[in-house]
């Protein structure tokens, strides 16, 4: 595909996109209690994938385009026996949730697989937890990637899992082990890379009635809880979808762009904000009202880590091209293992004539 994009201004009003890392876990929240009204759900071709899923496992999902709810009936923690594989599509988040829930299933397995992207990602860390904790998780070509074929039911207990690969591992242990007899302790052998992503994994976990924790070396999750967000769950503004409005106010703000729905959450990829202010720009956040508000700066280069922030590479790629100086983006090699090698894709983007940009392995 060809598009041509011409120099031109920002202006005015618009609203933050709904997050759909909330999005993912309050669908599957919800299929995993009695069920649930979402309101302000991100509706898209990942987050429809973890919808099947849950009609999957014996629950209903039903979309209400006029008032932009999901309204849920939920499988109440024991999944059933799928009718038909599972297919997660190009949603790597749909796919971990989803094989934990899976080894819950009890008197016969669950099958699932994507498209070739997603076929070619790493899941075998989780299948070799879901191993420890007494289930079945096995991939098919015997490489760790999807198709999966996954049952049990586990019943809780301890798992160890490197940190480093994705943070939708721990993730998906806590949501299915909470519904356990045992609860789950996971333990990381390696730092864990994306840690935000488990701190809204936990807001979401608390907003519908579940207890998970960080421990000394890992997380845990306590046992036999029930999943209730006391029939509502409103999804927050995203930000990684903010940080391109954002981003587009930096670079060509007429005047002032204001992003609404902006309101404070757990979210990792709030660090945008400081990107910005480090670069120079002009930004000012109403907290209360949930409004950012940015102005056409010059921005300066600055050295900036993602390892908590992946989605975040893009936004920071465009704007350090942009930017007065050299801009450094560091500890983003897991950046390499998401739909595409997003690492790779913007440095051969901004190679192109007037933009620079390099792709060092570990950087």
Same mark, same amino acid.
């Given at each position: 595909m060809d598009v041509d994009i011409s120099a031109g201004r920002v202006t005015g009003r618009t609203q933050a996109p709904p997050s759909k890392s909330y999005t993912h876990r309050a669908i599957l929240a919800a299929g995993y209690g009695e069920g649930a009204t979402i309101h302000g759900p991100l509706v898209s071709a990942d987050t429809r994938a973890t919808m099947r899923a849950v009609d999957a496992f014996g629950g209903s999902v039903e979309h209400h385009p006029d008032d932009g709810t999901l309204e849920i009936e939920g499988f109440d923690g024991e999944p059933a026996v799928p009718d038909d594989v599972i297919d997660c599509a190009n949603s790597g988040t749909t796919m971990r949730l989803v094989t934990a829930a899976a080894a819950l299933v009890d008197g016969g397995l669950a099958v699932l697989t994507g498209d070739e992207s997603l076929?070619?990602?790493?899941?075998?860390? @989780?299948? %070799?937890? +879901?191993? %420890?904790?007494?289930?079945?998780?096995?991939? &098919?070509? *015997?490489? *760790?990637?999807?198709?999966? =074929? =996954?049952? *049990?039911? +586990? &019943?809780?207990?301890?798992?160890? +899992?490197?940190?480093? /690969?994705?943070s %939708?591992? /721990?993730?998906?242990? @806590?949501?299915? *082990?909470? /519904?356990?007899?045992?609860g789950v302790d996971v333990t990381l052998q390696t730092e864990l890379k994306s840690a935000p992503y488990v701190d809204i994994t936990i807001d979401v976990l608390q907003d519908f009635g579940v207890s998970a924790r960080q421990t000394g070396r890992g997380f845990s999750a306590a046992g036999f809880q029930r999943y209730d967000p006391g029939g509502a769950y409103t999804v927050p503004g995203d930000f990684s979808s903010m940080s391109y409005l954002l981003a587009a106010g930096a670079l060509a703000g007429d005047e002032a762009v204001t992003v609404t729905g902006a309101h404070p959450s757990t979210q990792g990829d709030q660090a945008i904000l400081g990107v910005l202010d480090d670069m120079g720009t002009s930004i000012d956040w109403d907290r209360d009202a949930g409004e +950012?508000? /940015?102005?056409?700066?010059? @921005?300066?280069?600055i050295e900036v880590g993602v390892a908590d922030t992946p989605d975040l590479l893009p936004t920071i790629a465009v704007l350090g091209a942009a930017a007065d100086g050299t801009t450094t983006i560091t500890d983003c090699e897991h950046v390499r293992y998401k739909e595409t090698d997003r690492v790779t894709a913007m440095a051969e983007s901004l190679s192109a004539p007037h933009w620079t940009a390099a792709a060092t392995t570990g950087s």
């Amino acid at each position: 595909m060809d598009v041509d994009i011409s120099a031109g201004r920002v202006t005015g009003r618009t609203q933050a996109p709904p997050s759909k890392s909330y999005t993912h876990r309050a669908i599957l929240a919800a299929g995993y209690g009695e069920g649930a009204t979402i309101h302000g759900p991100l509706v898209s071709a990942d987050t429809r994938a973890t919808m099947r899923a849950v009609d999957a496992f014996g629950g209903s999902v039903e979309h209400h385009p006029d008032d932009g709810t999901l309204e849920i009936e939920g499988f109440d923690g024991e999944p059933a026996v799928p009718d038909d594989v599972i297919d997660c599509a190009n949603s790597g988040t749909t796919m971990r949730l989803v094989t934990a829930a899976a080894a819950l299933v009890d008197g016969g397995l669950a099958v699932l697989t994507g498209d070739e992207s997603l076929r070619s990602r790493p899941q075998q860390p @989780l299948l %070799q937890a +879901i191993d %420890q904790l007494g289930g079945r998780a096995e991939s &098919t070509r *015997g490489n *760790g990637q999807a198709p999966l =074929v =996954v049952g *049990g039911p +586990i &019943t809780g207990g301890s798992a160890a +899992i490197p940190g480093d /690969v994705s943070s %939708q591992f /721990v993730t998906a242990l @806590l949501m299915a *082990g909470a /519904v356990t007899d045992a609860g789950v302790d996971v333990t990381l052998q390696t730092e864990l890379k994306s840690a935000p992503y488990v701190d809204i994994t936990i807001d979401v976990l608390q907003d519908f009635g579940v207890s998970a924790r960080q421990t000394g070396r890992g997380f845990s999750a306590a046992g036999f809880q029930r999943y209730d967000p006391g029939g509502a769950y409103t999804v927050p503004g995203d930000f990684s979808s903010m940080s391109y409005l954002l981003a587009a106010g930096a670079l060509a703000g007429d005047e002032a762009v204001t992003v609404t729905g902006a309101h404070p959450s757990t979210q990792g990829d709030q660090a945008i904000l400081g990107v910005l202010d480090d670069m120079g720009t002009s930004i000012d956040w109403d907290r209360d009202a949930g409004e +950012i508000t /940015v102005a056409r700066s010059d @921005l300066s280069g600055i050295e900036v880590g993602v390892a908590d922030t992946p989605d975040l590479l893009p936004t920071i790629a465009v704007l350090g091209a942009a930017a007065d100086g050299t801009t450094t983006i560091t500890d983003c090699e897991h950046v390499r293992y998401k739909e595409t090698d997003r690492v790779t894709a913007m440095a051969e983007s901004l190679s192109a004539p007037h933009w620079t940009a390099a792709a060092t392995t570990g950087s």
